[in-house]
T-cell receptor, first 114, second 113 residues
Framework: EPEVTQTPSHQVTQMGQEVILRCVPI?????FYWYRQILGQKVEFLVS????????KSEIFDDQFSVERPDGSNFTLKIRSTKLEDSAMYFC????????????FGNGTRLTVT | GNSVTQMEGPVTLSEEAFLTINCTYT??????LFWYVQYPGEGLQLLLK?????DKGSNKGFEATYRKETTSFHLEKGSVQVSDSAVYFC????????????FGPGTRLSVLP
């Protein structure tokens, strides 16, 4: 069964550095998402992406965050200048179409900001 | 706005016990409802879903029925196993585009042998 894959599985970075989290959604999916989960807390929506543009974003997704689909397969989340509070699990997800299709999640990237 | 409430965990059960994890929601429109499961060290996996009132989602012995009158989607399993130990998230989606899923806070289940 096709999967959403995320790399790396764990990223350690220093405060103020830029990080790029990478995702390869399922190939015939059209909608892409990033969520994050701070340790022990709830899963929070960051951003959704469709037709090469952001369709929705949350308050968390401020100017420090950006997303890109640089080619036909990758979907990236960039954090421009990381803060300690950005430490979390970041999950990429994709769905086939917009009729409340279920999201398919990757296994996540654990980001640790020191 | 839309929201999902789940019973607080952790829930600790013995193997073969009956499981119920309560989930209620608040939403505009007619949401689709989902249960996701997160095993230790892994991502979120879709467990089951229901897209309209009175639908029953089922998978791996788990069931949940979409109850519009009580705005609930309680997860049940008749006989849990140690391998069911995980965090369970109830979620809803009302969007046709953009799919801003709303997750509940998660309920941690521990099943003891």
């Amino acid at each position: 069964e096709p999967e959403v894959t995320q790399t790396p599985s764990h990223q350690v970075t220093q405060m103020g550095q830029e990080v790029i989290l990478r995702c390869v959604p399922i190939s015939n999916h059209l909608y892409f998402y990033w969520y994050r989960q701070i340790l022990g807390q709830k899963v929070e929506f960051l951003v959704s992406f469709y037709n090469n543009e952001i369709s929705e974003k949350s308050e968390i997704f401020d100017d420090q965050f950006s997303v890109e689909r640089p080619d036909g397969s990758n979907f990236t989340l960039k954090i421009r200048s990381t803060k300690l509070e950005d430490s979390a699990m970041y999950f990429c997800a994709s769905s086939r179409q917009g009729d409340n299709s279920p999201l398919h999640f990757g296994n996540g990237t654990r980001l640790t900001v020191t | 706005g839309n929201s999902v409430t789940q019973m607080e965990g952790p829930v600790t059960l013995s193997e073969e016990a009956f499981l119920t994890i309560n989930c209620t929601y608040t939403a505009t429109g007619y949401p689709s409802l989902f249960w996701y499961v997160q095993y230790p060290g892994e991502g979120l996996q879709l467990l089951l879903k229901a897209t309209k009132a009175d639908d029953k989602g089922s998978n791996k012995g788990f069931e949940a029925t979409y109850r519009k009158e009580t705005t609930s989607f309680h997860l049940e399993k008749g006989s849990v196993q140690v391998s069911d130990s995980a965090v369970y998230f109830c979620a809803l989606s009302t969007d046709n585009y953009g799919q801003n899923f709303v997750f509940g806070p998660g309920t941690r289940l521990s099943v003891l042998p």
